[in-house]
Nanobody, 124 residues
Framework: QVQLVESGGGLVQAGDSLRLSCAAS????????MGWFRQAPGKEREFVAG????????SYADSVKGRFTISRDNAKDTVYLQMNTLKPEDTAVYYC?????????????????WGQGTQVTVSS
């Protein structure tokens, strides 16, 4: 059973930075892609960023490209999301997810384990 525990959310002002962390346990971390998704009130959950098992390939939603960076430390079984130049529209609950596959995709159905979520609130 895969367990994912996120941390690092909070309340910040527009233009600030935050780093989210997600610690994984329960299966071999390095052979599975990881992703970050988010869900704002009244909206569907959306893909934010993904990274393959080795950490060599990443992908981003257009809305965060150039501002957010996903990375992973396979020695620590942890994935990170560095968020810079935050905007009020980035306000959401952010979820870490583990994929069934080695390669990251933008489709939530490809992810079979989810964290509990961490709130990120950006004030204007």
């Amino acid at each position: 059973q895969v367990q994912l525990v996120e941390s690092g959310g909070g309340l910040v002002q527009a233009g600030d930075s935050l780093r989210l962390s997600c610690a994984a346990s329960g299966r071999t971390f390095s052979v599975h892609a990881m992703g970050w998704f988010r869900q704002a009130p009244g909206k569907e959950r959306e893909f934010v960023a993904g990274i393959d098992g080795s950490g060599g390939s990443t992908s981003y939603a257009d809305s965060v490209k150039g501002r957010f960076t996903i990375s992973r430390d396979n020695a620590k079984d942890t994935v990170y999301l560095q968020m810079n130049t935050l905007k009020p529209e980035d306000t959401a609950v952010y979820y870490c997810a583990a994929s069934r596959y080695m390669w990251a995709t933008m489709t939530s159905w490809d992810y079979d384990a989810w964290g509990q979520g961490t709130q990120v609130t950006v004030s204007s």
